[in-house]
């Protein structure tokens, strides 16, 4: 059996919103039923801030946008930060391994070649959306 928690960058909650049927959402959706996502505060933080951004309006209005991601927020599993991570070549992106080594995430989907070339990290599986949507498995094997 793998980690059943997750992380889930910013933009691949964004497109799952922006589009339904699209693999980011399949992937959320998949995180969704077959364990719990990670958040910590600044990961929080920087979802609902780029979620209130007025640009994304033409897609999804402000309401649906900051329901959507209270929703994620409200569902995931709080993790504080003992041991900040600085490991990624864009700094921005260091609280996502944050809250996955802190927290003891099985995996952070991402679509972001920052994150995404430092796979694995730490034991944690660094995917995009399509590769955790198809390949990572989360089932309880009852082979003997």
């Keep these: 059996m793998r980690n059943r928690f997750f992380v889930f960058d910013t933009n691949v909650l964004l497109s799952a919103l922006l589009?339904?049927?699209?693999?980011?959402?399949r992937a959320y959706n998949k995180s969704r039923y077959d364990g719990v996502?990670?958040?910590?505060?600044?990961?929080?933080a920087e979802y609902i801030r780029v979620f209130a951004r007025e640009r994304f309006e033409k897609?999804?209005?402000?309401?649906?946008?900051?329901?959507?991601i209270d929703k994620v927020i409200s569902d995931a599993l709080p993790v504080v930060i003992r041991k900040p991570?600085?490991?990624c070549r864009d700094p921005k992106d260091d609280k996502f391994?944050?809250?996955a080594v802190n927290g003891g995430a099985g995996c952070i989907v991402s679509g972001d070649s920052d994150l995404l070339?430092?796979?694995?990290f730490q034991n944690i599986s660094i995917l995009t959306p399509?590769?955790?949507?198809?390949?990572?498995?989360?089932?309880?094997?009852?082979?003997?």
């Design 117 to 120: 070339v430092l796979h694995p």
């Design 85 to 87: 991570i600085i490991a």
């Design 130 to 144: 399509a590769d955790f949507f198809n390949n990572y498995d989360t089932t309880i094997s009852n082979r003997h």
């Design 97 to 99: 391994l944050s809250v």
């Design 19 to 25: 589009n339904y049927s699209s693999i980011p959402a």
């Design 59 to 68: 897609y999804a209005s402000l309401n649906d946008r900051l329901e959507f």
């Design 37 to 44: 996502l990670l958040i910590s505060d600044e990961t929080a």
